[in-house]
């Protein structure tokens, strides 16, 4: 860490020759106009606060009186009044009393006067010491309150940077759920369309059907239409299969009865009977009645006019 700091020290004194300037006249009047005339002698900055001189003076070995020996003041201090009657500068006993600086005794020897001046000195240096302490603890509470008040304007820009990234996250989430509520409402519209359209196709095919339906039966009021003149033959035919199943009867055997047959009667009953019953549709009591060889009621799988082709006159034998 000791040799990574020299060695940025030592790039900082090289380039330092580049950096720290004298200013020329016209930069100085402008920056003598941003300052007071009397500044702190260490470091010169500009308006542009780019450092143009500093001084740093002696180590803080030496003593009080060696640093005035050497400083401005001490050859302006004769040379000049810097002083107002009345005013003096209060010295310890290391320093060589002059006009302007007023220094205690060094020994007093128990001389009271000179015990009296010291006290005087000490008492005056004290209120000065005191009154440039509170000073100090004044501009350091001020710095404090500075600094406070620019850690709560650092705050308060923290809290605004928070809120603006909040309102922007709320923005891009509103803007998230808008485009999402979009394609939900893109998904809708097109789940209704389809919708629409399948509805409207199953309506088409049960008008097709009931077109069909419709086109069947008309075609078979027709096939009855052209049946009509046949009317009076149906109805004479079945008469006759009336009359027989009440008298018909098996050889050598009882009257026929319905309810009770036995398997001859069957077989007889399905090999004389029911094939004349099977290719015929009797039209009884004006009503065209569709049934099978069982008089049980049936639905035609075929047209009427395909089974009229089998219909012959049958008349008792």
Known sequence: MVNYTNRVMTALERCMGNEITWLDRQARARTTSHFRPLSFPSLVRDDNKRVIYFF??????C??????????????LNSTHLFDDGHYLLGDS???????????????GGDMDEVSFNTCIANARSNATIA???????????????????GEKKKLGEDNAKLRSSVSLVSWEREREKEEWEKEKRTLQE?????????????????????????????????VDALAPMHTEFVELANI??????????????????????????????SVLLPVLEKFRFHLHD??????????PAQAKEPISSLAVYWEPWTPG
């Open 56 to 61: 740093a003076g002696l180590p803080g070995s």
């Open 63 to 76: 003593h009080d009186v060696t640093c005035l020996r050497r400083s401005a003041l001490w050859r302006q």
């Open 94 to 108: 290391g320093y060589v009393p002059l006009e302007p600086l007023v220094c205690s005794y060094k020994r007093t």
């Open 132 to 150: 440039t302490h509170d000073r100090e603890q004044e501009k350091k509470e001020w710095e404090r309150e500075k600094q406070n008040l620019e």
């Open 191 to 223: 789940d209704n369309l389809r919708i629409d359209a399948e509805t409207k196709a199953l309506q088409v095919e049960g008008l097709h059907q009931d077109r069909a339906r419709l086109q069947k039966e008309l075609k078979v009021l027709e096939e």
């Open 241 to 270: 299969y009336e009359e027989k199943f009440a008298y018909l009867s098996i050889p050598d055997g009882p009257p026929y009865d319905p309810m009770k047959t036995t398997k001859k009667d069957d077989n007889y009953l399905h």
């Open 287 to 296: 009503v065209m009645s569709f049934v099978d060889a069982n008089w049980e």
